[in-house]
């Protein structure tokens, strides 16, 4: 594990608010993607921001400069969320570099694409490689920061429709989505009513994670057919989903343990034609 703050020019462009009432969010999987928009998003609105990142440190420096060209402070740090230790040291590195956590969004992930139909290209190692990173590494984080955590606290799960619909990049992805939907539940009984626990279930997003899984033919195809039978006509963006975060998040937000779609009313789909058409 690597802790890290960008190698030049790190003073904001702006002054941040005091280190004693801004709240600090540890983001993992930050430095891409959904995590990427979540944490530019809650580094606008005055959040200190640990980035967290496993193989991408390049993209996760950026982040981090970026958010404290937003005027607040951040750092990256590096690591498996599938080994606690790695997870306890996350939260150790947001104690020592702020004293306080306030929210925890679990967006580290990871899939690889196969056909539901293909069941024989499927094997148990697969399962237990998602499971260890997409269900027990969120596990390990709440676990990990909870100790840390007052009252008015807030844990977000990024999880997936695919968990509710049982489709998606494939079987192993679809169980961990729906064992880290079970997870959010359990949770939110556990740690309440301290900590706020919510989920944050996506449609197909608009962005590199999926098309660098199926390529640019595929992802043009599945994405028309995704937003031909969403109720909005069309998939979601990285940012519509890290707004979604930053709301449950908020201590305004009253929510806990509840799993909420945000996929462009794909899971409603089109509704059928009314009898009296003609």
């Not at 958010?67 to 230790?85: K, L, N, R, Y």
Request: charged letters at 15%; glycine letters at 10%.
């Amino acid at each position: 594990m690597s802790t890290h703050a960008p190698s030049a020019d790190p003073t904001p462009r702006h002054t941040a608010a005091p280190a004693a009432t801004r709240p600090i969010t540890i983001i993992t999987g930050a430095g891409s993607g959904v995590g990427a928009a979540t944490a530019r998003l809650l580094a606008a609105r005055g959040h200190g921001v640990l980035v967290h990142y496993h193989r991408s440190e390049a993209a996760a420096l950026e982040v981090v400069r970026a958010c404290i060209e937003a005027g607040t402070d951040a750092i990256a740090v590096s690591g498996d969320v599938g080994d606690d230790a790695v997870c306890r040291k996350l939260a150790d590195c947001a104690i020592e570099r702020w004293g306080r956590i306030d929210g925890l969004v679990n967006c580290a992930a990871m899939t690889r694409f196969v056909p539901l139909s293909e069941l024989e290209q499927v094997d148990a190692q697969e399962f237990i490689d998602l499971y260890r990173v997409n269900a027990i590494g969120p596990f390990q984080m709440a676990r990990a920061v909870a100790p840390h955590m007052q009252e008015g606290a807030s844990i977000v799960c990024v999880s997936s429709i695919a968990g509710q619909l049982g489709s998606g990049s494939s079987f192993p992805y679809v169980l961990s989505k729906g064992a880290l939907n079970a997870l959010t539940l359990g949770l939110a009984r556990t740690l309440a009513p301290k900590i706020r626990v919510n989920a944050v279930l996506p449609g197909m997003i608009d962005g590199r994670w999926m098309r660098e899984g199926i390529g640019d033919d595929a992802f043009a195809r599945v994405s028309a057919q995704f937003a031909a039978h969403a109720l909005t006509g069309r998939i979601c963006s990285n940012e519509e989903i890290a707004s979604a975060i930053a709301w449950l998040l908020d201590p305004a937000c009253m929510m806990t343990g509840q799993l909420m779609v945000v996929d462009g009313g794909f899971s409603l789909g089109r509704p059928p034609p009314s009898a009296g058409a003609r």
